[in-house]
């Protein structure tokens, strides 16, 4: 087998070097009624042109992307990322390396996650950022339980622009933790009715801005109302480049942001692996969850980097730490950081503003298809629209005709707004994609 | 000055107040102290309650109360300088003062300088 | 003829002192460069991205839209290419030498499988497309849960879970909502052995259960009698490592399993260790009930300096009810469906771990590499993996002290910190001294059960020279050790890019982002 060194040879006279006869008595310590006798009822090792088939076939059955006019979004986004950026994170020094707890020989992931959390931070507009989160959803999950932390507090409140998957991934986890969440209803403008839902019961507000329906919130009055009740203001964006164009949510005034990085490096993979991204004020640094790289400097006095604060995880705390959380999701960081450097912010804002262009003349398409309203009137680069039939029904129909058109709502949340169609254009969509999806609905809804 | 085995002290004051903190042996088991999360004023501890946490690099570790009381004062010094813990554990790198409920019953249970200094002789 | 001596001279002169070192005028080691941070290099009006310029009426964005400066410098793409290659050239990789973290299997990451999770077929699809434009990616999932389940002996697989602690999250919600469901939502302890790694214990609490520790007996296992003395009404769950992070096998773990059932707990297996007997032991016939496989250790898919990771979790008949949304069914006839509301058959699903379905990329590589093995090549994996840590057990116990010396090991050797008695030197100096000859350390301190515990796992894709190669530096170290060398070790690091850090002031005045007015980040311009 192509990827096991030892030979036959090398077996014997290790395990005469073991002092034992064969590698069955190495798995003396297994009970005699749960040794395999032989491989289990699976198919045999099978070389890399075998592998390459057999999975190239499963691949070849999906649809992908970029060979259809394409407009899903909600929460997962489809940009181009430079090549520069899969070569590098496919360098053997940053693929097959583990977590740096041997800072000496791991300063490039180091150093990599301190230029990663500085960009973070002054993304979302934050002080202090840690070393990445699985994802957007366990990341805002995570920020509730931190605010429960912080104000001792058991009541989180949901806005109802709350991505649906991210409301029930932070219900399960409050759940269990205790934690009371009260979510508010769905609506394009959700974002008005969460200040009347504060309470002094009240942890946190959890906002997102572009919400669900690509609402664009200034979230300053929220902030105000949650400080004056004592809350805390989470944050959170599930289109990061949207922040080459809206106001930070720093700047108007949250306390933890939650983000989805996907959107600057990684590709849509159908779901996953994707980066949360997640930053605080510094005041609240020690109630993070997550890993953070913090610099110091060597024996000679050299600047470097290491893994810092880690008393608040979990391999230190055990049952008193943060979060059980143990992984971050490195490689799709660095991926981030990469891009993230390429772009700079004069080509992440030049990329925002393309977003928001295409999706505008989206809009504008869309609004002359008779019997289809557009719902969402301040969007970056994505939006909803009512259809007059539901929207799954369209969607197959569009999609049979070979358009991507767009993700229902109720794919989202079942039986909810079925009539409700979330459409997205980044700078990957033409202005003729733009045009197959007018067409194509204006035939499917006549 | 008073001791427990979990090696924190308490030295009772004239005004009735107490001020406590952990021993200049834990300090020194612990290694360099980074941080130290001190209790908030006007708390109420009983005796044996995690009020306060003491972390160096490596290890993050619960201080008990040695008495009960009412806090009445943490040290506002040791969240920019935890180093004085290490420096002078049992001076000015004290966690926090408080105002005793059972004094009477509950210092009697501790440790003399003496006996507690057998005790880590014993350890 | 003619002497013509004017070029270069071809080869080395005698060196006037071997031991004259310098420090270079650039901080650079011949190839090893010394490089600043983005922020200390880039330029604000900088981009290595050629986008247009796009006119726009910003009108409808009132007051939203963002005019003060962010702080991101950009570089040009071959500045950024040096960049972060030049950074890459710091760490230590699996493809540089034997990586012998123990209880993290770091094991040779096939490119083969980069390659097919790359495929436009899997990384160019949304999540959220119409399922009949993803068939193929649902039969990927579909085909990766039949492999779990085979392996395991398990009959159900939940895949979201990202990685291993939130596997563990996934299996205790399973066993919490298994008990209400019973009238059993009392029972609120979990019991865990004191070798248990860190997220054992960290998972339990975070979902509201109590922690109490189990003992182990001399011989590194679970003690048995503690634990039958332990269990009790208010008992959840027990969570076993197997192999345990003592790299032992749970001689009694179908005793421990009939005990906790007995007295109505669920018994949750962490399957960090599953290499040292993938393909040859079946969870499922141990009488396990949740178990969570890292794909980034038994199934080899990239650490990627630390994630992203996969954490799927197998249960069995009594807590498959309880499986997060989302799943895949199939029709029997190719076509897939997916599972992604909690009705009809998924009423009882205790909710979801995360958006969408979980780490899609992940399951491709982890398919390719069983594929590429097959059930003959998985058990030939768990039989070399248990063969190279036997081996460095016995070629290392004869000048190290094995913290279990009696029997076999499993996938990993343990040894503690005995035989540096006397010597002045620590587990810690140890491993500094190893990564000067070019090795990553062992996983130190860890399991706490042992004293200045070394945990070695070289895992099957090591070739016996390099083991060799390993024990040999090993052994000189531990003799230099004893032979009172003690500044080869309190220094080391000498030859690494650093030398050792300083950890203290790292955490007392913590420094977690570049801001331009450090004064430190200017002075080490």
Same mark, same amino acid.
């Given at each position: 087998?192509?990827?096991?060194?030892?030979?036959?040879?090398?077996?014997?006279?290790?395990?005469?070097?073991?002092?034992?006869?064969?590698?069955?008595?190495?798995?003396?310590?297994?009970?005699?009624?749960?040794?395999?006798?032989?491989?289990?009822?699976?198919?045999?090792?099978?070389?890399?042109?075998?592998?390459?088939?057999?999975?190239?076939?499963?691949?070849?059955?999906?649809?992908?992307?970029?060979?259809?006019?394409?407009?899903?979004?909600?929460?997962?986004?489809?940009?181009?990322?430079?090549?520069?950026?899969?070569?590098?994170?496919?360098?053997?020094?940053?693929?097959?390396?583990?977590?740096?707890?041997?800072?000496?020989?791991?300063?490039?992931?180091?150093?990599?996650?301190?230029?990663?959390?500085?960009?973070?931070?002054?993304?979302?507009?934050?002080?202090?950022?840690?070393?990445?989160?699985?994802?957007?959803?366990?990341?805002?999950?995570?920020?509730?339980?931190?605010?429960?932390?912080?104000?001792?507090?058991?009541?989180?409140?949901?806005?109802?622009?709350?991505?649906?998957?991210?409301?029930?991934?932070?219900?399960?986890?409050?759940?269990?933790?205790?934690?009371?969440?009260?979510?508010?209803?769905?609506?394009?403008?959700?974002?008005?009715?969460?200040?009347?839902?504060?309470?002094?019961?009240?942890?946190?507000?959890?906002?997102?801005?572009?919400?669900?329906?690509?609402?664009?919130?200034?979230?300053?009055?929220?902030?105000?109302?949650?400080?004056?009740?004592?809350?805390?203001?989470?944050?959170?964006?599930?289109?990061?480049?949207?922040?080459?164009? #809206?106001?930070? /949510?720093?700047?108007?005034?949250? @306390?933890?942001? $939650? *983000?989805? !990085?996907?959107?600057? %490096?990684? +590709?849509?993979?159908?779901?996953?692996?994707?980066?949360?991204?997640?930053?605080?004020?510094?005041?609240?640094?020690?109630?993070?969850?997550?890993?953070?790289?913090?610099?110091?400097?060597?024996?000679?006095?050299?600047?470097?980097?290491?893994?810092?604060?880690?008393?608040?995880?979990?391999?230190?705390?055990?049952?008193?730490?943060?979060?059980?959380?143990?992984?971050?999701?490195?490689?799709?960081?660095?991926?981030?950081?990469?891009?993230?450097?390429?772009?700079?912010?004069?080509?992440?804002?030049?990329?925002?503003?393309?977003?928001?262009?295409?999706?505008?003349?989206?809009?504008?398409?869309?609004?002359?298809?008779?019997?289809?309203?557009?719902?969402?009137?301040?969007?970056?680069?994505?939006?909803?629209?009512? #259809?007059?039939? /539901?929207?799954?029904?369209?969607? @197959?129909?569009? $999609? *049979?005709? !070979?358009?991507?058109? %767009?993700? +229902?709502?109720?794919?989202?949340?079942?039986?909810?707004?079925?009539?409700?169609?979330?459409?997205?254009?980044?700078?990957?969509?033409?202005?003729?994609?733009?045009?197959?999806?007018?067409?194509?609905?204006?035939?499917?809804?006549? | 000055?008073?001791?427990?085995?979990?090696?924190?002290?308490?030295?009772?004051?004239?005004?009735?107040?107490?001020?406590?903190?952990?021993?200049?042996?834990?300090?020194?088991?612990?290694?360099?102290?980074?941080?130290?999360?001190?209790?908030?004023?006007?708390?109420?501890?009983?005796?044996?309650?995690?009020?306060?946490?003491?972390?160096?690099?490596?290890?993050?570790?619960?201080?008990?109360?040695?008495?009960?009381?009412?806090?009445?004062?943490?040290?506002?010094?040791?969240?920019?300088?935890?180093?004085?813990?290490?420096?002078?554990?049992?001076?000015?790198?004290?966690?926090?003062?408080?105002?005793?409920?059972?004094?009477?019953?509950?210092?009697?249970?501790?440790?003399?300088?003496?006996?507690?200094?057998?005790?880590?002789?014993?350890? | 003829?003619?002497?013509?001596?004017?070029?270069?001279?071809?080869?080395?002169?005698?060196?006037?002192?071997?031991?004259?070192?310098?420090?270079?005028?650039?901080?650079?080691?011949?190839?090893?460069?010394?490089?600043?941070?983005?922020?200390?290099?880039?330029?604000?009006?900088?981009?290595?991205?050629?986008?247009?310029?796009?006119?726009?009426?910003?009108?409808?964005?009132?007051?939203?839209?963002?005019?003060?400066?962010?702080?991101?410098?950009?570089?040009?793409?071959?500045?950024?290419?040096?960049?972060?290659?030049?950074?890459?050239?710091?760490?230590?990789?699996?493809?540089?030498?034997?990586?012998?973290?123990?209880?993290?299997?770091?094991?040779?990451?096939?490119?083969?499988?980069?390659?097919?999770?790359?495929?436009?077929?899997?990384?160019?699809?949304?999540?959220?497309?119409?399922?009949?434009?993803?068939?193929?990616?649902?039969?990927?999932?579909?085909?990766?849960?039949?492999?779990?389940?085979?392996?395991?002996?398990?009959?159900?697989?939940?895949?979201?879970?990202?990685?291993?602690?939130?596997?563990?999250?996934?299996?205790?919600?399973?066993?919490?909502?298994?008990?209400?469901?019973?009238?059993?939502?009392?029972?609120?302890?979990?019991?865990?052995?004191?070798?248990?790694?860190?997220?054992?214990?960290?998972?339990?609490?975070?979902?509201?259960?109590?922690?109490?520790?189990?003992?182990?007996?001399?011989?590194?296992?679970?003690?048995?009698?503690?634990?039958?003395?332990?269990?009790?009404?208010?008992?959840?769950?027990?969570?076993?490592?197997?192999?345990?992070?003592?790299?032992?096998?749970?001689?009694?773990?179908?005793?421990?399993?009939?005990?906790?059932?007995?007295?109505?707990?669920?018994?949750?297996?962490?399957?960090?260790?599953?290499?040292?007997?993938?393909?040859?032991?079946?969870?499922?016939?141990?009488?396990?009930?949740?178990?969570?496989?890292?794909?980034?250790?038994?199934?080899?898919?990239?650490?990627?300096?630390?994630?992203?990771?996969?954490?799927?979790?197998?249960?069995?008949?009594?807590?498959?009810?309880?499986?997060?949304?989302?799943?895949?069914?199939?029709?029997?006839?190719?076509?897939?469906?997916?599972?992604?509301?909690?009705?009809?058959?998924?009423?009882?699903?205790?909710?979801?771990?995360?958006?969408?379905?979980?780490?899609?990329?992940?399951?491709?590589?982890?398919?390719?590499?069983?594929?590429?093995?097959?059930?003959?090549?998985?058990?030939?994996?768990?039989?070399?993996?248990?063969?190279?840590?036997?081996?460095?057990?016995?070629?290392?116990?004869?000048?190290?002290?094995?913290?279990?010396?009696?029997?076999?090991?499993?996938?990993?050797?343990?040894?503690?910190?005995?035989?540096?008695?006397?010597?002045?030197?620590?587990?810690?100096?140890?491993?500094?001294?190893?990564?000067?000859?070019?090795?990553?350390?062992?996983?130190?301190?860890?399991?706490?059960?042992?004293?200045?515990?070394?945990?070695?796992?070289?895992?099957?894709?090591?070739?016996?020279?390099?083991?060799?190669?390993?024990?040999?530096?090993?052994?000189?170290?531990?003799?230099?050790?004893?032979?009172?060398?003690?500044?080869?070790?309190?220094?080391?690091?000498?030859?690494?890019?650093?030398?050792?850090?300083?950890?203290?002031?790292?955490?007392?005045?913590?420094?977690?982002?570049?801001?331009?007015?450090?004064?430190?980040?200017?002075?080490?311009?």
């Amino acid at each position: 087998m192509r990827y096991l060194p030892l030979t036959d040879a090398d077996r014997r006279d290790m395990l005469s070097v073991i002092g034992v006869e064969g590698v069955d008595a190495l798995f003396a310590d297994v009970p005699q009624s749960a040794r395999l006798s032989g491989p289990v009822d699976l198919p045999r090792r099978a070389g890399e042109l075998e592998v390459e088939r057999r999975l190239g076939a499963m691949a070849a059955r999906n649809v992908t992307a970029g060979s259809a006019p394409f407009f899903c979004g909600a929460g997962a986004y489809r940009h181009h990322v430079p090549s520069t950026v899969d070569h590098l994170i496919q360098r053997s020094e940053y693929l097959t390396s583990y977590t740096p707890y041997q800072p000496e020989i791991s300063q490039g992931t180091l150093q990599a996650l301190y230029e990663f959390q500085t960009q973070v931070a002054n993304l979302l507009g934050m002080e202090v950022a840690n070393a990445s989160m699985y994802d957007g959803s366990t990341a805002t999950a995570e920020a509730v339980m931190m605010a429960t932390r912080v104000t001792r507090r058991k009541k989180a409140v949901l806005s109802g622009g709350l991505h649906p998957q991210y409301v029930h991934t932070t219900e399960t986890l409050a759940h269990v933790a205790g934690v009371r969440t009260e979510r508010l209803t769905p609506a394009i403008d959700a974002e008005a009715a969460v200040i009347e839902a504060i309470d002094p019961d009240t942890a946190c507000v959890v906002v997102q801005t572009p919400n669900v329906f690509g609402t664009a919130t200034d979230v300053s009055a929220i902030a105000e109302a949650a400080h004056r009740a004592g809350a805390l203001l989470i944050v959170v964006v599930t289109e990061a480049v949207s922040l080459g164009l #809206l106001k930070a /949510p720093g700047a108007m005034g949250a @306390d933890i942001v $939650a *983000a989805e !990085g996907q959107s600057i %490096g990684n +590709p849509l993979t159908f779901g996953g692996p994707y980066v949360g991204l997640f930053a605080c004020t510094d005041k609240l640094v020690r109630q993070m969850p997550g890993r953070l790289a913090g610099e110091t400097v060597d024996a000679d006095g050299r600047r470097g980097f290491v893994l810092t604060l880690s008393t608040r995880e979990q391999h230190i705390r055990r049952d008193k730490a943060t979060s059980n959380i143990c992984t971050n999701s490195g490689l799709c960081a660095l991926a981030f950081t990469i891009h993230m450097s390429l772009l700079g912010e004069t080509g992440l804002r030049r990329m925002a503003r393309i977003n928001h262009a295409q999706a505008k003349k989206a809009r504008d398409a869309l609004a002359a298809v008779p019997g289809v309203e557009i719902l969402t009137p301040r969007f970056f680069n994505e939006f909803a629209v009512q #259809l007059p039939r /539901p929207a799954e029904g369209v969607v @197959d129909a569009l $999609a *049979a005709r !070979g358009v991507l058109a %767009g993700v +229902p709502y109720s794919r989202l949340e079942p039986g909810v707004m079925d009539d409700v169609l979330l459409v997205a254009a980044t700078e990957t969509t033409t202005d003729e994609d733009i045009e197959a999806l007018r067409s194509g609905l204006a035939e499917v809804t006549a | 000055m008073r001791f427990t085995k979990s090696h924190e002290w308490v030295e009772l004051h004239d005004d009735g107040a107490a001020t406590v903190g952990i021993t200049r042996y834990a300090a020194d088991q612990l290694g360099d102290v980074v941080f130290v999360e001190t209790p908030e004023v006007g708390k109420t501890v009983s005796k044996g309650d995690t009020f306060a946490v003491v972390e160096s690099v490596k290890a993050a570790s619960d201080v008990y109360s040695p008495v009960s009381g009412e806090v009445i004062e943490a040290n506002p010094e040791l969240s920019s300088q935890p180093e004085m813990v290490n420096a002078d554990a049992q001076g000015t790198g004290w966690f926090a003062r408080l105002r005793l409920s059972a004094a009477d019953a509950e210092l009697g249970e501790l440790m003399t300088p003496e006996d507690y200094d057998a005790y880590i002789a014993s350890l | 003829m003619s002497m013509l001596n004017v070029g270069r001279p071809t080869a080395p002169e005698a060196l006037p002192d071997n031991d004259y070192k310098h420090p270079t005028l650039t901080g650079g080691r011949g190839l090893l460069q010394d490089e600043a941070l983005i922020f200390e290099m880039g330029a604000w009006d900088k981009t290595g991205v050629d986008l247009d310029e796009v006119d726009l009426d910003l009108s409808d964005l009132g007051g939203l839209t963002r005019d003060e400066a962010i702080g991101l410098p950009g570089l040009s793409e071959p500045e950024a290419m040096r960049h972060y290659v030049r950074l890459s050239q710091k760490n230590h990789a699996i493809d540089l030498a034997i990586y012998p973290l123990g209880s993290c299997t770091m094991k040779h990451n096939p490119r083969l499988n980069e390659r097919m999770a790359r495929l436009p077929g899997f990384a160019d699809v949304h999540p959220l497309q119409p399922q009949s434009t993803v068939q193929g990616a649902l039969q990927l999932m579909d085909s990766l849960a039949h492999w779990l389940k085979t392996l395991t002996g398990m009959p159900a697989v939940a895949l979201s879970p990202k990685a291993g602690a939130h596997g563990e999250l996934c299996g205790l919600l399973a066993i919490r909502a298994a008990h209400e469901a019973k009238g059993q939502g009392h029972r609120k302890t979990v019991l865990v052995p004191t070798s248990a790694h860190g997220t054992n214990p960290a998972t339990a609490a975070f979902v509201g259960y109590r922690v109490k520790e189990v003992a182990q007996t001399a011989d590194g296992r679970v003690d048995v009698a503690d634990l039958a003395g332990k269990l009790g009404p208010d008992t959840a769950a027990i969570m076993v490592t197997n192999p345990n992070t003592c790299g032992l096998f749970e001689r009694d773990v179908v005793e421990i399993a009939r005990l906790t059932h007995e007295a109505g707990a669920y018994f949750y297996a962490d399957g960090a260790n599953f290499n040292a007997i993938v393909g040859r032991v079946r969870p499922g016939d141990l009488g396990v009930d949740a178990m969570h496989i890292n794909l980034h250790k038994t199934f080899s898919t990239p650490h990627g300096g630390g994630g992203p990771g996969a954490g799927p979790v197998v249960l069995s008949e009594a807590l498959a009810p309880f499986a997060p949304a989302p799943w895949v069914v199939s029709d029997g006839q190719g076509g897939f469906r997916l599972e992604e509301r909690e009705a009809g058959e998924a009423a009882q699903a205790f909710g979801r771990m995360c958006v969408f379905h979980g780490q899609m990329g992940m399951y491709v590589r982890a398919l390719s590499y069983m594929l590429s093995h097959g059930s003959d090549g998985l058990r030939q994996v768990a039989e070399d993996a248990v063969l190279n840590a036997n081996y460095l057990k016995a070629r290392l116990e004869t000048e190290m002290t094995a913290a279990f010396p009696e029997g076999p090991c499993m996938h990993e050797a343990l040894f503690d910190d005995r035989w540096l008695d006397g010597t002045g030197i620590t587990t810690l100096d140890v491993a500094k001294a190893l990564i000067d000859e070019g090795f990553h350390p062992m996983t130190m301190y860890f399991p706490l059960v042992v004293r200045g515990a070394m945990l070695i796992e070289p895992t099957e894709t090591e070739p016996r020279a390099e083991l060799d190669r390993f024990a040999e530096a090993l052994l000189a170290l531990a003799r230099a050790a004893k032979a009172g060398e003690l500044e080869r070790f309190k220094g080391a690091p000498y030859h690494a890019p650093l030398r050792r850090l300083d950890e203290t002031r790292a955490a007392r005045q913590p420094k977690l982002r570049w801001r331009p007015e450090s004064p430190t980040a200017l002075a080490a311009e």
